[in-house]
């Protein structure tokens, strides 16, 4: 018998690889990414901690702590925006692409909103932002190519992740910081509900391994973000 060259079995359950983006897409991310990084955002929803409002009396202490703590959660933000307009991007639904278009609009809100407290406060954001907007950007994109199921399971843990990470904001806040303190406890509520709105789209539970390397990757964050 002749030999026969061997047959590619392939990877039964796996996605179909995704059609690579085009020029056009392209030139759209990099013009989102340049606006995230260095525009100053515009929320559509007016800040939960109000205008106008008289800058909290904080001990030097405290300032320092809220500084680093809104540093932490702006950087979050910007993360946020680079992975949901990924998602968006690797999907070939039009539904679950506007479902992570209209959560990437709030989370801009977030950005805006953590944005005006730290220049309240008189601080800078993180320096390390253009290395954590790649670093989303192409953890939302590796998870979208594999399939919605998949990409709607990192959204949900990742925002149940971000809602512990804020409840332990909250608690670690100065008492009399009632402005930072607004703008926290909506974003919380933001988060609950896109979580939620992934596990109702159908999203996959994720195995405990990534959901492992998920935490320890923003604990390395988290830690890096709040002094650089």
Same mark, same amino acid.
């Given at each position: 018998?002749?030999? $026969?060259?061997?047959?590619?079995?392939? &990877?039964?359950?796996?996605?179909? #690889?995704?059609?690579?983006?085009?020029?056009?897409?392209?030139?759209?991310? %990099?013009? !989102?990414?340049?606006?995230?990084?260095?525009?100053?955002?515009?929320?559509?929803?007016?800040?939960?901690?109000?205008?106008?409002?008289?800058?909290?009396?904080?001990?030097?202490?405290?300032? /320092?702590?809220?500084?680093?703590?809104?540093?932490? *959660?702006?950087? =979050?933000? @910007?993360?946020?925006?680079?992975?949901?307009?990924?998602?968006?991007?690797?999907? *070939? /639904?039009?539904?679950?692409?506007? #479902?992570?278009?209209?959560?990437?609009?709030?989370?801009?809100?977030?950005? +805006?909103?953590?944005?005006?407290?730290? /220049?309240?406060?008189? +601080?800078?954001?993180?320096?390390? *932002?253009?290395?954590?907007?790649?670093?989303? &950007? +192409?953890?939302?994109? %590796?998870?979208?190519?594999?399939?919605? !199921?998949?990409?709607?399971?990192?959204?949900?843990?990742?925002?149940?992740?971000?809602?512990?990470?804020? *409840?332990?904001?909250? =608690?670690?806040?100065?008492?009399? /910081?009632?402005?930072?303190?607004? @703008?926290?406890? $909506?974003?919380?509520?933001?988060?609950?509900?896109?979580?939620?709105?992934? @596990?109702?789209?159908?999203?996959?539970?994720?195995?405990?391994?990534?959901?492992?390397?998920?935490?320890?990757?923003?604990?390395?964050?988290?830690?890096? +973000?709040? !002094?650089?």
């Amino acid at each position: 018998m002749p030999n $026969q060259p061997p047959k590619f079995l392939g &990877f039964r359950g796996l996605p179909p #690889l995704p059609k690579l983006p085009s020029l056009d897409a392209v030139i759209g991310e %990099v013009d !989102k990414a340049l606006k995230t990084l260095a525009a100053t955002p515009v929320a559509q929803r007016p800040n939960p901690a109000g205008r106008g409002l008289a800058t909290d009396q904080l001990s030097n202490a405290e300032k /320092d702590q809220v500084i680093g703590l809104m540093r932490v *959660n702006h950087v =979050g933000e @910007i993360c946020a925006q680079a992975l949901y307009q990924a998602q968006s991007l690797a999907s *070939n /639904d039009p539904e679950k692409k506007a #479902l992570f278009d209209h959560a990437a609009k709030e989370e801009a809100d977030h950005l +805006a909103w953590t944005q005006e407290r730290l /220049d309240q406060l008189g +601080a800078r954001p993180s320096l390390l *932002n253009p290395f954590w907007y790649g670093g989303a &950007f +192409a953890l939302g994109f %590796v998870a979208g190519t594999l399939g919605d !199921k998949v990409s709607l399971g990192f959204m949900a843990e990742t925002e149940k992740q971000v809602e512990k990470h804020l *409840n332990d904001h909250l =608690g670690r806040l100065p008492a009399g /910081d009632v402005q930072s303190r607004a @703008i926290l406890e $909506q974003m919380r509520q933001d988060e609950i509900e896109h979580g939620q709105t992934a @596990i109702e789209q159908g999203a996959n539970v994720l195995p405990m391994p990534v959901k492992l390397a998920m935490t320890a990757m923003s604990k390395v964050m988290t830690t890096l +973000a709040q !002094k650089i």
